[in-house]
């Protein structure tokens, strides 16, 4: 099963830009790209997913590799209910997902 | 809709000791999952269930058994209980393939084995 790297955290200012990045080198053609994050003593939560394109929705956008062999995640104006650890998911068969340790994310106001 | 919940939100036990995790969902999805947590870390997906009566394992299924009765409830069974097995256990649920699969997962239930 293909996995993934990000750093361990990141650090921002409240309301600039924060890219995430993960490396994904193993992915397959099917995996599709997926983001959770995790808010401190909660179940993870969807953000965004991708495949080939780049995304975006309400919460952020996703830029995906020419190669797919890595994608970021991009939060356009952090604030600071967006502190949170931050998964990059490869969606495997039967939809499951393997996670990494993901980036713990800190705003700073 | 209630979403994902899981019960009890906490508990404590001694080794050697078994219970039983419970998680329902109200989405109708047929897709169901647990993951453990231990700190610091990623989840880890312990069984995965695809349908009432199919399930199977994970990546770490050792020291756990599930069941799959009804397409609602997926309760996950630790039978003797470990200081190994101290973590924070998640339930999901998705419905099937296609590109956009969302799993929602459950509050947790913090189990802690001394």
């Known amino acids: 099963d293909a996995k993934t790297t990000q750093p361990n955290s990141m650090e921002s200012n409240e309301e600039e830009p924060v890219h995430l990045p993960c490396n994904h080198s193993?992915?397959?053609?099917?995996?599709?790209i997926h983001w959770y994050r995790q808010l401190p003593s909660q179940g993870p939560e969807y953000v965004i997913h991708?495949?080939?394109s780049n995304v975006n929705n309400r919460m952020a956008s996703l830029a995906i590799a020419e190669d797919r062999k890595s994608s970021t995640l991009i939060l356009h104006r952090a604030t600071l209910r967006d502190a949170a650890v931050y998964y990059c998911?490869?969606?495997?068969?039967?939809?499951?997902?393997?996670f990494g340790s993901g980036t713990k994310l800190n705003v700073k106001p | 809709n209630a979403g994902v919940t899981q019960t009890p939100k906490f508990r404590i036990l001694k080794i050697g000791q078994s219970m039983t995790l419970q998680c329902t969902q109200d989405?109708?999805?047929?897709?169901m999952y647990w993951y453990r947590q231990d700190p610091g870390m990623g989840l880890k997906l312990i069984y995965y269930?695809?349908?009432?009566?199919?399930?199977d394992k994970g990546e770490v299924p050792n020291g756990y058994n599930v069941s799959r009765s009804t397409t609602e409830d997926f309760p996950l069974r630790l039978e003797l209980a470990a200081p190994s097995q101290t973590s924070v256990y998640f339930c999901?649920?998705?419905?099937?393939?296609?590109?956009?699969?969302?799993?929602?997962f459950g509050p947790g239930t913090r189990l802690t084995v001394l």
């Open positions: 999901a649920s998705s419905s099937e393939s296609g590109s956009y699969n969302e799993q929602f």
């Open positions: 193993t992915i397959s053609g099917t995996d599709y």
């Open positions: 991708g495949l080939t």
């Open positions: 998911i490869l969606r495997g068969n039967f939809n499951k997902f393997y």
């Open positions: 989405m109708n999805h047929n897709y």
């Open positions: 269930s695809v349908g009432a009566g199919i399930t």
